[in-house]
Structures are given as structure tokens and as C-alpha cells.
């Protein structure tokens, strides 16, 4: 029996099961590079400065509890890098993936793995971006999550031809922490959360770059504490109104509810995307 690149690194058993026997996630990933070298792309050419904790190490959960479904996480990222699962049919496009996980955790299964698979079924190659987080302690920790994505832009359109992808077809997708980068990325895109190592440094981190490409952004937009009070007021009034008291429990219902929410997905491409499935975009004329 032979597995392919992509067998290897997707498989619940070489990661997933790698990580309740005990082994290190680095040992994981040495593996998966000596069998399948191309589908790990380092961001960057060293290890990044600024750990406080230098010696971390990259682990690997299964959260999952349900025997027929695997949802993995990983934390105490020191050397970011991405995963490539391109399309068995390219039409030149690429999808970065970032997953979210409040950046204590990245979730890059169903958050990355699993999306991946639908975007290739349309053409879409994609990259599931394992950046640094927050909460493992960094010097400056609000900058490393942006210069990953920035970085993670720029290698891929740097590979372009390697991967035979459209350097202006490249979009970005982003779950809950991760689509806080993914909107960092498509306003701050020019901003310099590092400074440049190389000559990739020199490409657009934009998400995309047609002068006619359409922008879809899927989210759930936090509301402010102000317009929440005015709902619950206007909710008490309705109850007050209300003979049968009827709105007694919707009311309660509401209350219940947090006073904001953190965006679950962003969605940032120079493709349409309508009903869940992702039409390729290509340019006019």
C-alpha cells in the first residue's frame, strides 16, 4: 500500500495519533518533510526572534471525541509554515487558509484541511497557513500573526510557478482569530509588521491585485454595547405592550446573548462566491 504526498499530511493518524502516543509535533513534521518535502513551505528562512520561551515546541491535539471525525489543534508554533493541497485540477487560483483558534490555538483541520477540499474540488489550490500565536508569548504579540499572514502572501505568490497559479488570483480565507488576520491582511497589506529577510519581501501581500476583482466577505460583525442596550429596551417595551406576556421568554432568550461576537469567517478572493460553492473567477476580456 502506497500513500501519496497528501495522504501523509492530512491523515489522522500520522498527526493526530502521533500526539496521543506522545511523539513531538517537530518529529511529525521531520517525517512528513522526508516523504513529502514540497508540502511544507517554511515562511521564513530562520527561526523568527522573539520568543520568550525559546524552547517550545510544537504540539499536537485531537479534540475530537467521536471516533468517525478528527478535529485536531496545535499551539507553541516557533517556526511558522504552510501546507499546500493543491487542486488535482488548477485553474490558477489559490486560497490562503488561516484558522482560527482566540491565537492560543490553531484548529487546521476542520478550519483548514476540510475547507481545503471543497475549494479543490473547484480549481482552487490551497494553503492551510500554521502561524505563530499570541499566547505562546512572543515580544511583541500582536505583530506576529500579521507578519506571518503578510509573509505567507508573499511566499506564495514567490511560487507561483512552482504551484501554476495566477499571482493576482490570490485570495484569502480566514476562521474566528483568523479572520482577524485575514482583514488585517486586506487593510494593512502594506504595513511593516517585520522587516524584509529577502527578495520575496518585495511582492504585494495584498490578498488580490485586479483592477475589476470582486470583493466577498462573508462575517459576523461585532455590535457595539450602545445598539445592544437599545434591542433589550426595545424588547422590555415590547413585553410591557404585550398582555399575555408571551415575549416573557424571548425577552429572556435575548438577554441571554453575549453584547458582541467575534468574526467567525472572512472571506477575502477576486472570485464570486454564491450558495457556498466558488465559481472561478477570471478576468475580462
Known amino acids: 500500500m502506497s500513500l501519496s504526498r497528501r495522504d501523509l499530511v492530512k491523515s489522522p493518524f500520522a498527526l493526530a495519533g502521533a500526539s496521543v502516543i506522545g511523539m513531538a509535533a517537530t518529529e511529525v513534521r521531520a517525517q512528513a518533510r522526508a516523504a513529502a518535502p ?6 521564513w528562512p530562520h527561526a523568527p526572534e522573539g520568543a520568550l520561551h525559546p524552547g517550545m515546541t510544537e504540539v499536537i491535539e485531537q479534540t475530537s471525541t ?3 471525525y478528527s478535529s485536531r489543534r496545535t499551539n507553541g508554533i516557533s517556526r511558522p509554515y504552510m501546507i499546500s493541497l493543491p487542486a488535482a485540477q ?30 479543490n474540488r473547484a480549481g482552487i489550490s490551497c494553503f492551510v497557513l500554521i502561524y505563530r500565536l499570541a499566547q505562546d508569548g512572543w515580544k511583541e504579540p500582536a505583530k506576529v500573526g500579521p507578519a506571518d499572514a503578510q509573509r505567507a502572501m508573499r511566499v506564495i505568490r514567490a511560487q507561483a510557478t512552482r504551484f501554476h497559479l495566477d499571482p493576482a488570483r490570490v485570495g484569502v480565507l480566514g476562521f474566528s482569530a483568523g479572520g482577524f488576520l485575514t482583514t488585517t491582511l486586506a487593510t494593512r497589506h502594506s504595513a511593516a509588521f517585520y522587516s524584509p529577510v529577502d527578495a520575496t519581501d518585495q511582492l504585494s501581500a495584498r490578498p488580490f491585485r485586479r483592477h475589476r476583482s470582486t470583493l466577498c466577505k462573508a462575517s459576523i460583525r461585532p455590535m457595539p454595547m450602545a445598539a445592544w442596550r437599545r434591542r433589550c429596551s ?21 438577554l441571554r446573548r453575549p453584547s458582541w461576537s467575534t468574526p467567525r469567517m472572512t472571506v ?12 472561478p473567477w477570471s478576468p475580462p476580456g
Not at 492560543?104 to 471543497?118: L, R, S, T
Open 38 to 43: 514540497q508540502d511544507i513551505i517554511e515562511l
Open 66 to 68: 467521536s471516533p468517525g
Open 90 to 119: 488548477p485553474n490558477g487560483s489559490a486560497m490562503l487558509i488561516i484558522p482560527g483558534g482566540s491565537f492560543q490555538w490553531n484548529y487546521f483541520e476542520h478550519e483548514g484541511y476540510k475547507v481545503a477540499d471543497i475549494l
Open 234 to 254: 426595545a424588547a422590555r417595551r415590547r413585553r410591557r405592550r404585550s398582555a399575555s406576556g408571551r415575549q416573557t421568554s424571548m425577552l429572556r432568550r435575548r
Open 268 to 279: 477575502l478572493c477576486p472570485w464570486p462566491i454564491r450558495c457556498g460553492y466558488v465559481t
